[in-house]
């Protein structure tokens, strides 16, 4: 008998407390359900949804707004085009640095230098009055020669070439010289008396030439 009342007592006891677990636990829960709807009313889908539709607004409009700033900046500005002057404009209100554009083009240039014969020219046109003094004082010592033949060359039958130099410019003949000898003393000598007799009949030139001629002695 003891025995049974002792499980039996046993029992109850258990039977007890679990119920007061059981009770414990039924009034905690209930007590935070309110809170846990709370915090289920309380947090709402918009607050996830729309910020981030509205950031992908904003970088939608960031990409945008620099596409459209690129685009003004390409875009290329007309052009203006000068006002015409009016035709009854005096002198004294044209600008000054227009006056002397004018001037500078109205201005002829240098026709001296322009015109001015090259250098080769220049010696070429030296060359032919050279040649043709030359061609002058031949002719005159050559004639000068036929009237003036030496003597005992002449009575010798002695005939022969002589290659002389000298130099002529306005004020005359100077540094007349023997360049070739025909080995006849009296033909060299009568070749430098040619010169000096007759350097008054070439003709008159301002410029300095340096001439180197034959004078030929032949009998005919």
């Known amino acids: 008998m003891k025995n049974k009342i002792g499980l039996i007592s046993g029992f109850m006891i258990s039977v ?22 709370e915090l ?9 949804i729309v910020p981030q539709v509205e950031q992908k607004i904003e970088q939608s409009a960031a990409q945008i707004e620099p596409e459209k700033a690129i685009e003004k900046e ?19 209100q044209i600008p000054k640095s227009s ?17 001015a014969p090259p250098k080769e020219n220049l010696a070429q046109s030296l060359a032919k009055e050279q040649d043709k003094i030359a061609a002058q004082i031949y002719k005159i ?45 009296s033909l060299d000598k009568a070749s430098l008396d040619a010169i000096e007799k007759t350097k008054h009949l070439f003709p008159k030139t ?8 034959p004078v030929r002695f032949a009998i005919k």
């Open 74 to 92: 390409q875009i290329v500005p007309k052009k203006v085009q000068p006002k015409p002057m009016p035709k009854n404009i005096k002198n004294s």
């Open 99 to 115: 006056k002397a554009e004018q001037t500078a083009q109205n201005t002829p240039t240098n026709n001296a230098i322009n015109n």
């Open 40 to 48: 289920f009313h309380s947090i709402s889908l918009n607050d996830y």
């Open 206 to 213: 301002n410029k300095n030439f340096a001439f180197t001629l």
């Open 141 to 185: 010592i050559s004639a000068y020669i036929i009237k003036n033949y030496p003597k005992d060359a002449l009575r010798r039958n002695q005939s022969g070439s002589v290659l002389v130099s000298f130099n002529y410019n306005s004020s005359g003949v100077s540094n007349a010289q023997i360049l070739q000898s025909s080995n006849i003393k």
């Open 16 to 37: 007890f407390v679990h119920f007061g677990i059981l009770l414990f636990a039924f009034l905690f829960l209930k007590e935070q359900a309110p809170i846990q709807k």
